[in-house]
């Protein structure tokens, strides 16, 4: 009988192999030896990180209702987009006006212009081109694509923001990944460790700093000095310099000094040097922020935050145009160009809906922003009194002067010996190390405080550095800040107090 599957057809053996009866024939034949194989997953994604915030939110969703816990943990704000931006978004939703289709994948037009005309006056960047993106991390991931190979090796220092830990395990370049120490007390980066690692045969091609220290401006500038000089030292600098500025998940800021340090150092070695500036916008007495321009020169910036378009998922990428690379002898790469194709694979264009109303935000928002930032000082102050039953500012926490957020070290019997748990060192710090996993790590603490005290914070271990705990104090109003912050202190009073923790 002839097969009724038109897509059949006799193979030369007279088998009929096609969509019907010859998938399952050859489906029962299997592997030719009598097991069957399997589909694999990716071995980046395998090794990949798992999202700290998604395990955190899981924690909270399990805690019984009647604690209601709070959220201390993911960076968010607690106001929305300025009303004239939503409003507009409704009224384009309802009209069907450019929002539905398809959009240039380099960004909406009018978008692009506002953002170039603000990077010229508010961060004396001229010369550059924008990028929109779904967010700062797609923008870093378009990034991190366009600039580097998979096989080169990248040193990340602890703590680092977790989702450029993830970007690069999923983009190849785990194998290669390096883990470089801070120093035990000031948590700057161990730089006698940096240098012998970039003695080697192939020294790191990519460096990804996040500052997590807290001194003056001018031992802030030795440091850059004395970092990015030996980062640029032999025989293969590295590609890409990476700073975090306001820091996440530290809460420092970088002075212009060492943004003028890094990006010279790295324009004499033929580096990139990228500034992710996600936390422009939030800083607190007095305290101003910087960028820096250069044909090698890229800058990162996000709506999410100040804007409190979280959900919204805008970023851009504001990179040297071909006059300002040809400045710098680069005009060959057309960055552009190259970015592009990131773009067009990952996203094809950012939503155009979003794209509008980050438009309005920025010619209509800037007055909330303002507004909302300044009213941080009261939660600033109360997660600040709440840390100190770990310390003071620099002996037990740092933070605050940027960003949204606070670094704290737990009692060493939790882990917090000053990032020993995660150095991999040997002896005594290995001994700690081993004397936490039995009392209870970061993780069990903030599973700990949330079943406990209805508070959630976010495990260092989730920045490279075990021991630790990131806090964030934009999440919630002010009345919810107390409430949230009086759990807090009252939970590391008693975590001080406690040999091991109970009921976890």
Known sequence: MRSSCLHNRPSQSGQWVGRCRGVQRLAAV???????????LSQRVLITDPPVIVKTKQMMAKAPASKQVLSLAQGVVHWAPPPAATALASKLLAAGEGVHGYGLAGGLPALQEALQHKLQTKNGLLGYEVMVTAGAN????????????????????????????????????APQVQLGPCNADSLHPDLQWLQQQLQGPKPPKMVVIVNPCNPTVA?????????????LQGPKPPKMVVIVNPCNPTGVLLPKEELEAAAAMCAAAGSWLVLDNTYEDFLYEGRSHHTVSGPN????????????????????????????????GLEQHNLGEQLLKVQDTIIVCAPQMSQQLALAALQEGEDQVQQGIAGLSHNRELIADALSPLGTRGHGWVGGEGAIYYWARLPERFGGVAGAAATGASG?????????????????????LIKEYGVCIIPGSACGVPGHVRVAFANLRAEQCEVAAARLKQGLQQLVSMDTLVGV
């Open 428 to 448: 005594k710090d290995a001994a700690a190390a081993a004397a936490a996993a039995a009392a209870g790590g970061d993780e069990a603490v903030v599973e700990w």
């Open 138 to 173: 797609q923008a870093f991931v378009n990034l991190v694509l366009t600039l580097c190979d998979a096989s080169d090796s990248v040193v990340l220092f602890k703590p680092y923001y977790f989702n450029h830990m993830m970007a690069l395990q999923m983009t190849g370049s």
């Open 30 to 40: 299997g592997n030719g030896n009598g097991a069957n194989r399997h589909p694999e």
């Open 297 to 328: 020169v890229i800058s990162v910036f996000s709506f999410s935050k100040a804007y409190g378009m979280m959900g919204w998922r805008v970023g851009y990428i504001a990179y040297p145009g071909q006059q300002l690379l040809q400045q710098g």
């Open 219 to 231: 031992e802030m500038l030795l440091l850059a000095v004395d970092l990015y000089q030996q980062q």
